[in-house]
C-alpha cells in the first residue's frame, strides 16, 4: 500500500470533523475579539500565545492570514455563510457557527 494513497487519514475533508464554537446572534453583533475564539477552540493555550501567532502569520480566518490581533469577529464577518473557520497553522483548525 502507497503511504500517499487516497483515502488516506489526512487532508482536504470538509469542516465536519471539526471543532466547533458558536456565537449567538448577541455576541456576534457586539463583536468578540478572534484571539478569544481561538482560545475557545483550544487552537491557543492563552491569548499571547494567539496574538504571538498572528503576528508571525500562522493565524487564518477561512484561509486568510490574519493582520490584527485587535480584530473582531462579527456578523459582518460571516457574510453569506452560517460558519468560518480558523486556524492555527497547517494542521490545527475550528470552526465558529453563527447561531440563528
Keep these: 500500500a502507497s503511504l500517499f494513497a487516497a483515502g488516506g487519514g ?9 471543532k466547533r464554537v458558536k456565537l449567538s446572534a448577541d455576541e456576534a453583533a457586539a463583536g468578540v475579539p478572534v484571539v478569544d475564539l481561538f482560545v475557545s477552540l483550544e487552537l491557543g ?3 499571547s500565545e494567539v496574538r504571538r501567532l498572528v503576528a508571525g502569520g500562522g493565524a487564518k480566518l477561512n484561509d486568510v492570514k490574519i ?8 456578523t459582518a464577518s ?4 452560517s460558519e468560518i ?14 447561531a440563528q
Aim: positive net charge; charged residues 25%; hydrophobic residues 40%.
Design 45 to 47: 493555550k492563552s491569548k
Design 67 to 74: 493582520e490584527d490581533a485587535a480584530l473582531l469577529i462579527s
Design 10 to 18: 489526512g487532508g482536504g475533508g470538509g469542516t465536519a470533523s471539526l
Design 78 to 81: 460571516f457574510e453569506a455563510a
Design 85 to 98: 473557520k480558523l486556524s492555527a497553522g497547517k494542521k490545527k483548525h475550528g470552526v465558529v457557527e453563527l
